[in-house]
Nanobody
Framework: QVQLVESGGGSVQAGDSLRLSCTAS????????VAWFRQPPGKDREFVAS????????SYADSVEARFTVSGERDKNSIYLQMNRLKPEDTAVYYC???????????????????WGQGTQVTVSS
């Protein structure tokens, strides 16, 4: 059984930083896309960042590029989201998602990902 478990969320002030972690179990994500999505209160889920660490590919939403960095650690089958200069509009539940295939690509859309974590809350106060 494939599981993705997020951690690292919390409540911070605008301008602060947080680092989210997502650890996968049940299969390796070498060659598969892994991504972060978020769902702000009352809004739809939206793409944040994706990575395929085996080929060094990353992709970011415009709203977070230059503030957020996605990275992966093969030995721990984990990905991370370093979030700097947080803004109140970054408040959301953040989800980790993994692709079933070994596509060697990255994707910005939710339907490309079959495996999802339960989410971790990030709250940014002004």
């Amino acid at each position: 059984q494939v599981q993705l478990v997020e951690s690292g969320g919390g409540s911070v002030q605008a301008g602060d930083s947080l680092r989210l972690s997502c650890t996968a179990s049940g299969r390796s994500f070498d060659g598969s896309a892994v991504a972060w999505f978020r769902q702000p209160p009352g809004k739809d889920r939206e793409f944040v960042a994706s990575i395929n660490w085996n080929v060094g590919r990353t992709s970011y939403a415009d709203s977070v590029e230059a503030r957020f960095t996605v990275s992966g650690e093969r030995d721990k089958n984990s990905i991370y989201l370093q979030m700097n200069r947080l803004k109140p509009e970054d408040t959301a539940v953040y989800y980790c998602a993994g692709e079933r295939a070994f596509s060697w690509q990255v994707y910005n859309y939710a339907w490309a990902y079959e495996f999802w974590g339960q989410g971790t809350q990030v709250t940014v106060s002004s």
